[in-house]
Nanobody, 125 residues
Framework: QVQLVESGGGLVQAGGSLTLSCTASGFTFSTYTMAWFRQYPGKEREFVASINKNGDSTSYWHSVKGRFTISRDNAKDMLYLQMNSLKPEDTAMYYC??????????????????WGQGTQVTVSS
């Protein structure tokens, strides 16, 4: 079955960087559009970035554009989110998501059928 496992979260100072990874298994990774979402306590899960199946098209939420970079390695079944110039408002649980039918444009939670368990990112001021 589809399995997505996030890693790389942690505590970082404002202005710092983190790279999140998502290890995929149980499906043909290259046939899935992939995305990162984040969720603040008590809030809805929100879109962060997405990438198409072959990795040559991406979309970003406006608040992370220019600071975050989504990428994938289809040979290794891996998804990444490089996060630079982190801000306290980036503090959230970050989730990896995938779906074979999702477009790579800015999406919503309902566009993605497969999810990881999340990794916490905390940015201190």
């Amino acid at each position: 079955q589809v399995q997505l496992v996030e890693s790389g979260g942690g505590l970082v100072q404002a202005g710092g960087s983190l790279t999140l990874s998502c290890t995929a298994s149980g499906f043909t990774f290259s046939t899935y559009t992939m995305a990162w979402f984040r969720q603040y306590p008590g809030k809805e899960r929100e879109f962060v970035a997405s990438i198409n199946k072959n990795g040559d098209s991406t979309s970003y939420w406006h608040s992370v554009k220019g600071r975050f970079t989504i990428s994938r390695d289809n040979a290794k079944d891996m998804l990444y989110l490089q996060m630079n110039s982190l801000k306290p408002e980036d503090t959230a649980m970050y989730y990896c998501a995938g779906d074979p039918y999702a477009g790579y444009n800015i999406g919503t939670r309902s566009d993605y059928g497969s999810w990881g368990q999340g990794t916490q990112v905390t940015v201190s001021s």
